[in-house]
């Protein structure tokens, strides 16, 4: 084996034994910009004819098929980001124009590999300090992103750690950041625009609410408003507190619609007259006309400014009384009874019937009304029976004369009369008056 030493960082270079064919491999190894190690490898050709890489252990340093000129030396470059753990070798193998093949190895020892070169240097971050108007409120900001993690303490003050491999620019691994300064700036608020409201009326306006803010207010007695910055604002101009004057009253007049008084007319002449007047900011005064006045209280009016009016005497509608008519009770009910009476002789000369004369009773017979208290003759003829006679009735009905009368007893009467003749002249037939 015959040792190569490499120009460079502590680089050690071990090669392969000389022969006919062969190459001479060296390495070399310093730090990388930004950490690990540029390795560089030197492949020297002994021969004077032309050769190829047929096999490359590294081939991201020396790619399979490289060739080499005659007795050329080549350069190669291979980036090393972590630290080896044993020594690195490059071994290639190589067939020249001739037709010999040959396998060499160049190493570098571990120990070549600095750890020095493992650390990067990075610059501390900027954060950024955050102080809004108002008193005890300045804090960092975000943290800008970077191989570092950041913890913000409980007073304020912000430590960033570096990671693994890296350092900052000072040597350290670990910053601390101050508690930044509060500039304790007020912030500048405009003032309240607090509504004024004034109803209609006098000496009612008034200050409304007042709206939500970093303030407090404070109505005074007179009519006027304070309002109080809370600490760390203030108002234009530094103020910090804004006292508003009494808000002028307008003095407008509520405008009132007159009452609608009812007139009350009851039936009869000349007393119609007003009835009873709705309550409201009025007060109303019966005047010894009939008519009547209402004046608007302090602060309101009627239509037109109007303060006072009068309304006049009702106008009477004359309507008379409407007179009830007399209680009619009803009459009280009669019970009567009617009665009927026949004489039969001989014959039917003689045959006759009467009806009793009474008040609220009607006698008819077949529809007819009789005559009451008189005999009446039986004319109402039947025709011969199977025994040859001529028997004949009269149906005689009694009725009640109208409501005041109810009719007790027997109503109907059947007054059969014989037609048997007479063995003697017959007896003379009372007069009847018919």
């Known amino acids: 084996m015959t040792l190569v030493v490499a120009v460079g960082f502590a680089i050690v270079g071990l090669a392969a034994p000389s022969s006919a064919h062969h190459n001479t491999i060296t390495g070399s190894v310093s730090c990388r910009t930004g950490g690990g190690w ?17 096999a490359s ?111 900052f620019t000072n040597g350290q691994t670990v910053i601390t950041y101050p508690v930044p300064t509060d500039s304790n700036q007020p912030c500048i608020e405009s003032a309240p625009q607090v ?27 007179d009519g006027s408003l304070t309002i109080t910055a809370d600490e760390g604002h203030a108002f234009p101009a530094g103020r910090t507190v804004i006292t508003y004057p009494v808000p002028t ?4 007049p509520c405008i009132e619609s007159a009452p609608q008084v009812p007139v009350i007319d009851d039936c009869g002449p000349g007393n119609a007259h007003y009835g009873t007047v709705p309550s409201g900011p009025w007060t109303s005064v019966l005047n010894p006309t009939g008519s009547l006045t209402i004046t608007a209280n302090p602060g309101h009016s009627f239509g037109n400014g109007q303060t006072v009016i009068t309304l006049p005497v009702p106008t009477d509608t004359q309507q008379p009384c409407p007179v009830s008519p007399p209680e009619v009770l009803p009459a009280e009910v009669r019970v009567v009874k009617a009665k009927a ?25 077949n529809g007819t009304v009789l005559h009451q208290g008189v005999w009446l003759k039986a004319r109402t003829l039947k025709p011969v029976n199977a025994k040859g006679k001529r028997p004949y009735s009269v149906t005689v009905r009694a009725a009640s004369a109208d409501a005041t009368y109810r009719l007790e007893g027997k109503q109907v009467w059947r007054l059969r009369f014989s037609t048997k003749p007479c063995a003697k002249a017959p007896e003379i037939a009372p007069h009847t008056g018919s």
């Open 38 to 54: 540029d390795v560089t490898w030197e492949v020297v050709n002994s021969e004077q004819r032309t050769e190829r890489i047929t």
């Open 57 to 167: 252990n590294r081939p991201q340093a020396v790619p399979v098929g490289t060739t080499f000129r005659w007795e050329e030396t080549r350069t190669f470059a291979e980036a090393v980001t972590s630290r080896p753990t044993s020594d690195v070798t490059l071994t290639l193998s190589a067939e020249w124009s001739n037709g010999v093949t040959q396998t060499n190895s160049g190493t570098i020892p571990v120990a070549a590999f600095s750890e020095d070169c493992n650390t990067i240097r990075v610059e501390a971050p900027e954060v950024p300090v955050v102080d809004d108007c108002g008193p005890g409120n300045a804090h960092y900001g975000t943290v800008p992103s970077g191989p570092w993690t950041s913890v913000l303490n409980a007073d304020g003050s912000l430590t960033i750690t570096a990671d693994e491999g890296y350092v």
């Open 195 to 221: 509504p004024v409201v004034d109803d209609c009326g006098p000496g009612n306006a008034h200050y409304g609410t007042v709206p939500s803010g970093p303030w407090t207010s404070v109505l005074n007695p």
């Open 249 to 252: 009253d307008s003095n407008q």
């Open 341 to 365: 009476k026949q004489i039969d002789k001989c014959g039917t000369r003689s045959d006759l019937f009467k009806v009793s004369k009474r008040a609220g009773v009607v006698y008819t017979v």
